[in-house]
């Protein structure tokens, strides 16, 4: 397979500076309704690090995204994104302040086209918009397949390829910080690799990558530092190699 490292990927895709901005999570709660999910959740992401956060299902690794995206709202603890608390901001507000949301599933618009889906992704952030044909010329360079198929419905694309758009869309947030929810949900073994060769791409430019993913494995290569939840709460922290090698997560999440 081509890898996206060896293709031109211009440094203006991390559009608020040279390095991402720092996002840290101090002790947070959160649930839906009288559900609690989460328990004193501490998490730090540096500015320009790649960070893997894996557990099994029901964990928390959702709630802990959405929570950060201002789609959650927490019942106790602080978020801070490059210092300024988000910790009840709406979801406009967090993605204008330099954090995008690759949710889990997707959730393209079908009866769109591929760059109708990736215009939506500037539309929150006046910044964006500014420099919106730029980006998309960018997101074009990282995923030539999305030029090619431009014009093309996005309800009639491959699983693969609509995670292309998902994750080409939060970059027309021109983000700072990148969330990113399941991206190998449903893709072959090539498609994965191709996805996450971005993700690597995107972190190399200095934009800071938060990645819940199954595919434990494949996060913790990629990972500068890594978290395990269990039943929501961090009971695991180090680097990505640490945790690949430790016997627990071996165990657990490898089948080794």
């Known amino acids: 397979m081509t890898h996206l490292q060896n293709r031109p990927a ?8 040279p390095a ?4 840290a999570i101090e002790g947070l709660a959160a649930g ?6 989460l328990w004193n959740v501490t998490m730090h992401a540096a500015p320009g690090e ?7 299902n029901g964990a928390g690794k959702t709630t802990t995204l959405r929570a950060v995206s201002g789609v959650v709202k927490p019942t106790a603890g602080r978020i801070t994104l490059g210092g300024t608390d988000i910790t009840k901001a709406e979801p406009s507000r967090v993605v204008s302040l330099g954090l995008a949301h690759v949710p889990e599933g997707r959730e393209l618009f079908p009866l769109m086209t591929v760059r109708e889906n990736l215009e939506l992704g500037a539309a929150m952030s006046a910044r964006a918009r500014t420099r919106a044909a730029q980006t998309l010329a960018e997101v074009y360079t990282l995923f030539p397949r999305l030029q090619e198929r431009a014009g093309q419905l996005a309800g009639t694309l491959s699983g693969g390829e609509q995670q292309m758009v998902a994750v080409g869309r939060a970059l027309m947030a021109r983000p700072s910080v990148l969330v990113v929810d399941e991206p190998s949900l449903g893709l072959s073994p090539l498609m994965t690799q191709t996805v996450f060769e971005a993700l690597k791409a995107v972190n190399a430019q200095g934009v800071t990558v938060v990645l819940v993913e199954q595919n434990v494995n494949l996060s913790l290569k990629l990972a500068h530092r890594a978290y395990v939840l269990e039943n929501g709460q961090v009971v695991k922290e180090g680097t990505g190699q640490a945790l690949l090698a430790d016997p627990a997560v071996r165990e657990a999440y490898l089948a080794l």
Request: aromatic content about 8%.
């Open 10 to 17: 211009p440094h203006s895709v991390a559009a608020h500076g």
């Open 20 to 23: 991402g901005q720092e996002l």
């Open 32 to 37: 839906y309704g009288k559900v609690q999910v």
């Open 50 to 56: 790649f960070v893997a956060v894996i557990g099994a």
